[in-house]
C-alpha cells in the first residue's frame, strides 16, 4: 500500500497543481493483512498513462478500501473504452492473472 501511495504522490507532481487527480484509500481495517505485491500497480501505471488526456475533462480518481478479507479497488480515468485489437502491448492484466496463480 505504500508503494502505491508514494508512487500516487510522484505521479502527481508530473501535473498541474489543479489537475482532476483523487486519490481515496481506506486501509484502517488493514491490520497487518498483505495484499500480493504489484496486482494493482499495472492499472494505476496505465491509469496515468492513458488517462488525464482531454484538456478540460481529464480526470483519474482511484478508491482503495479494505474491510475485514475483502479489498476493494476502483480505478476510473477519462481515457475512451477501446475494442480493437492491438498487435503489441497489453501486457499489463495478463501479468496480473500470472502473479494471481501464482499466489
Known amino acids: 500500500m505504500q508503494y502505491l ?5 510522484l505521479e502527481k ?18 491490520n497487518g493483512q498483505t495484499i ?3 496486482l494493482t500497480f499495472p ?8 488517462g488525464l488526456k482531454t484538456k478540460n475533462e481529464g480526470f483519474l480518481k482511484i478508491d482503495i478500501s479494505i474491510a475485514g478479507h ?12 477501446n475494442n480493437e485489437a492491438k ?8 501479468n496480473v492473472r500470472k502473479r494471481l496463480e501464482l499466489l
Not at 5 to 9: A, E, R
Not at 43 to 50: I, L, P, S
Open 43 to 50: 492499472f494505476v501505471e496505465n491509469g496515468f498513462k492513458y
Open 70 to 81: 475483502a479489498f476493494y479497488f476502483s480505478i476510473l480515468n477519462d481515457k475512451k473504452e
Open 87 to 94: 498487435e503489441f502491448g497489453g501486457i499489463g492484466h495478463l
Open 5 to 9: 501511495k508514494n508512487y500516487i504522490l
Open 13 to 30: 507532481r508530473r501535473y498541474k497543481a489543479d489537475a482532476d487527480i483523487i486519490f481515496n484509500i481506506d486501509d484502517s481495517e488493514l
Open 36 to 38: 500480493g505485491p504489484l
